[in-house]
């Protein structure tokens, strides 16, 4: 019983440190930098088993608010482009929704550790990670499309998942805004060629947001 106390007050205080340090950086500046420290970190956290529920907690919040805006339900079938190391947003939607959900990520270091971290948390039967690159990968039979930041040639992809996604298919881009929370400059080609849909906000994560994209 005092050890799980202890594992649940270390887990706020984990939380309140990784929110802190997320409100404080301008990430849209510092993108690159960023997506290299969350590469490492998670490098870090999937070798300390008992970090990773801290990382998840992490993630709760936004994830709440993507399913949400996607409507994902049991019966949607979801991928997530760049899944990492830990699969934080596939465990989390699996585990709230019952969805099943496909994770891929093109760096096969990253795939090995992230089935053995879904295996840890049991969600082997409505997860699957694969190692893909994402231009490469079959996305017309998904309802739900969630991608990361952090992804290359993402304006590239992105035309081609707009010719190939179904017609009634929702993406979750996540991205970086501008202070007020509107699309950033170099985000401004998503209105060429899907209906921007809706912007959800995630003060918790610094100027990352949630967009919601259709098919014209």
Do not use: W
């Not at 070798?47 to 019966?75: G, T, V």
């Not at 992804?151 to 993406?171: C, G, V």
């Amino acid at each position: 019983m005092k050890s799980s106390i202890n594992q649940n007050f270390f887990s706020k205080i984990g939380l309140i440190v990784f929110i802190n340090i997320s409100k404080k950086i301008d990430i849209s500046i510092l993108k690159k930098f960023v997506d290299y420290i969350f590469e490492k970190v998670e490098d870090i956290v999937i070798n300390l088993e008992k970090l990773i529920p801290i990382y998840l907690l992490y993630y709760e919040d936004l994830i709440d608010k993507e399913i949400k805006l996607a409507n994902i339900s049991k019966i949607s079938n979801v991928v997530h482009i760049g899944c990492g190391s830990i699969p934080s947003s596939s465990i989390l939607i699996a585990k709230k929704t019952g969805a099943n959900v496909t994770g891929i990520d093109k760096n096969p270091s990253a795939v090995k550790k992230a089935l053995y971290c879904i295996s840890k948390y049991s969600f082997i039967n409505n997860i699957n990670i694969k190692n893909a690159e994402a231009s490469d990968f079959a996305i017309e039979d998904f309802d739900v499309i969630l991608i990361s930041h952090g992804i290359d040639k993402i304006e590239i992809f992105l035309n081609i998942l707009s010719k190939t996604m179904k017609n009634d298919a929702t993406i979750i881009l996540r991205t970086f805004s501008l202070k007020q929370g509107d699309l950033s400059e170099t985000d401004l080609f998503l209105k060429d060629i899907f209906k921007v849909d809706k912007i959800v906000n995630h003060p918790n994560h610094g100027s990352v947001i949630s967009v919601k994209l259709l098919k014209l």
